[in-house]
Structures are given as C-alpha cells and as structure tokens.
C-alpha cells in the first residue's frame, strides 16, 4: 500500500472562507455613502467655524458631493466609478494641490467629517479608521 501524495486532491469539501464584509457596506452601501457626503456639505455649509473650508470650494457643491461620493465608494471597497464618472480627473492629491490648504482648512474639513460620521450613523468602529485615515491624507494634502 503506498501513501498519497499530500497535494493529490481529495472528495473532501473545501472550507469556504467567511465572506467579506467590505467598509462600504458596513456603511450601507450606496446610500449609506450619500448620507454621509451630503450630512458633511451640509455641515460644512451651515457652520460658522467652517468657512475656511468652505471656501475653497464654489458656491454650488453639487460636483463636489458627487465626486467625493464616487471616489469614497472605491476608497471602501464598494464600485470603482470615480474615473468612470470623471474622466480626466486627477489623483485625490494631485486634485487639490491648487488650493492653498492649511492647518485651518484641515481641522476644519477633520471636524466637519467627524460630525458627519456620527449623524450619518456610520459604525462606531469605522468612524475611527476612517478619521484616522483621513487625518494622514490631509496632512498630504497641506500646502502650507
């Protein structure tokens, strides 16, 4: 009697992996994405103490949420669509290295999307991986 090779395959069924469970859909997918786009405009549109930010933008936002709104659904792990939606458009970096960034703006646009994490009811755990990653980016993205 001789011994199988321990590559041969077997009838056995192969263990299924967990499935994955990607930050877009902790946050509830697309929709999940918008609220949290559309609570930070609003908030950054509405506060006092974020007119820095504010104003690097134009007066209409609209572009501004649909193209945050398309790159955070790839950046979670969600559809790709940002260049598809966006032809032409640069890297997130490169895409803001015209505005005159500084630790105002910064602060500002960490505190408009930290509240908007807590009211678009994104998950707790996530909230804190998400700031985290977007303190770093913003420290990137500085200018001054």
């Known amino acids: 009697m001789t ?6 395959p077997t009838d056995a069924p192969a263990a299924s992996a967990a499935p994955v469970v990607t930050p877009f859909e902790l946050m509830g997918g697309e929709a999940g994405v918008r609220r949290l786009v559309d609570a930070f405009y609003d908030l950054m549109d509405s506060d006092p103490d ?3 930010v504010r104003g690097l933008h134009g007066e209409d936002l609209s572009v501004s949420r649909d193209r945050l709104a398309d790159w955070l659904s790839g ?4 559809p790709q669509v940002f260049h598809a939606r966006h032809p032409g458009r640069p890297c997130l970096m490169s895409a803001h290295h015209a505005f005159d960034i500084g630790p105002l703006e910064t602060r500002q646009w960490l505190s408009c999307m930290r509240r908007a994490l807590k009211d678009s009811g994104a998950p707790h755990p996530l909230q804190g991986a998400m700031l985290l990653a977007f303190g770093r980016m913003s ?6």
């Open 3 to 8: 011994d199988a090779p321990t590559d041969a």
């Open 139 to 144: 420290q990137g993205m500085r200018r001054r």
């Open 75 to 78: 950046w979670l792990g969600g």
């Open 50 to 52: 974020a007119q820095g």
